[in-house]
């Protein structure tokens, strides 16, 4: 079983950008399909994108164009570039293997 861990959170100013990143721990990480939720303040958990194993990828319509979700097998993580920043992309991301485990979430907070 995956143990995912999320980093590259902070404070950014509208229009920025941030990369994240969720290293796995375990075996077969290429195998595993992975998407990328995030949480607001007072709001439900939202799907943001996710990368099957082939490398085909998804996105919520919110981040689509602005959001890029990558993955290096060799490395066992998964990205996220984020571009144009918006302050309604604030909320605490995590990563997810598309079933039931999760990281423990890195903070992104857009603010000028």
């Known amino acids: 079983q995956l143990q995912l861990v999320e980093s590259g959170g902070g404070l950014v100013r509208p229009g920025g950008s941030l990369r994240l990143s969720c290293e796995a721990s375990?075996?077969?990480?290429?195998?595993?399909?992975l998407a990328w939720y995030r949480q607001a303040p007072g709001k439900q958990r939202e799907f943001v994108a996710l990368?099957?194993?082939?490398?085909?990828?998804d996105y919520a319509a919110s981040v689509k164009g602005r959001f890029t979700i990558s993955r290096d097998n060799g490395k066992n993580t998964m990205y996220l570039q984020m571009n144009s920043l918006n302050p309604e992309d604030t909320a605490v991301y995590y990563c997810?293997?598309?079933?039931?485990?999760w990281g423990q979430g890195t903070q992104v907070t857009v603010s000028s």
């Open positions: 990368i099957t194993s082939g490398g085909s990828t």
């Open positions: 997810n293997d598309m079933g039931y485990v």
């Open positions: 375990g075996s077969f990480f290429s195998i595993y399909g």
